[in-house]
T-cell receptor, first 116, second 113 residues
Framework: DTEVTQTPKHLVMGMTNKKSLKCEQH?????MYWYKQKAKKPPELMFV???????INESVPSRFSPECPNSSLLNLHLHALQPEDSALYLC???????????????FGEGSRLTVL | EDKVVQSPLSLVVHEGDTVTLNCSYE??????LLWYKQEKKAPTFLFML????IEKKSGRLSSILDKKELFSILNITATQTGDSAIYLC?????????????FGTGTRLQVFP
């Protein structure tokens, strides 16, 4: 299984809602990532988890809250989002996040989020 | 500040043409450079380059890195409509305990029949 699975594929939420994005991989990868991608822009790194510990937080607002319950799962909890947070949220994984093993990221299909 | 710049931003060609996509970078603690193809959703991995002057090939695609001049090119020969996509260059930078990828803006390639 060489897939990274993200759910839901599409999400529409109001600014007062609380929702979660989920990501799952069964490749034994120990690093997992959240990226945000706006239209016609490259992916921007949000968070990196390495061995289930948060190792990078790219100054992301606290209305985005990541969680890594185990080595196969990565969640992104959303609360009180703004319309400008509407984007494609991509999850990715790699073997590790250190020592040159980051490079080959396996991306999920993404969750397209619309905040009304 | 680390940055990765791709050119051109957009390219329109006909099937059978050869294209060259460029990626230049300024990154502290460079480790590797990667190329990804992004069609509708998830980027898919194409190449990882770590050494200068060694060409990587996969079918009609090839790529090479110049660590002295800080750039890489991605060549696609005999283009097909299925090559239409955004091609992303990313540079892996060593940072503390965790490396991270810095993506370029991408080149949008459109191949017409």
């Amino acid at each position: 299984d060489t897939e990274v699975t993200q759910t839901p594929k599409h999400l529409v939420m109001g600014m007062t809602n609380k929702k979660s994005l989920k990501c799952e991989q069964h490749m034994g990868h120990r690093a997992m990532y959240w990226y945000k991608q706006k239209a016609k822009k490259p992916p921007e790194l949000m968070f990196v988890y390495s061995y289930e510990k948060l190792s990078i937080n790219e100054s992301v607002p606290s209305r985005f809250s990541p969680e890594c319950p185990n080595s196969s799962l990565l969640n992104l909890h959303l609360h009180a989002l703004q319309p400008e947070d509407s984007a494609l949220y991509l999850c990715a994984s790699s073997q590790e996040a250190t020592s040159g093993n980051t490079g080959e990221l396996f991306f999920g299909e993404g969750s397209r989020l619309t905040v009304l | 500040e680390d940055k990765v710049v791709q050119s051109p931003l957009s390219l329109v060609v006909h099937e059978g043409d050869t294209v060259t996509l460029n990626c230049s970078y300024e990154v502290t603690n460079f480790r590797s450079l990667l190329w990804y193809k992004q069609e509708k959703k998830a980027p898919t991995f194409l190449f990882m380059l770590t050494s200068s002057g060694i060409e990587k090939k996969s079918g009609r695609l090839s790529s090479i890195l110049d660590k002295k001049e800080l750039f890489s090119i991605l060549n696609i020969t005999a283009t097909q409509t299925g090559d239409s996509a955004i091609y992303l260059c990313a540079v892996e930078a060593v940072g503390g305990n965790t490396d991270k990828l810095i993506f370029g803006t991408g080149t949008r390639l459109q191949v017409f029949p």
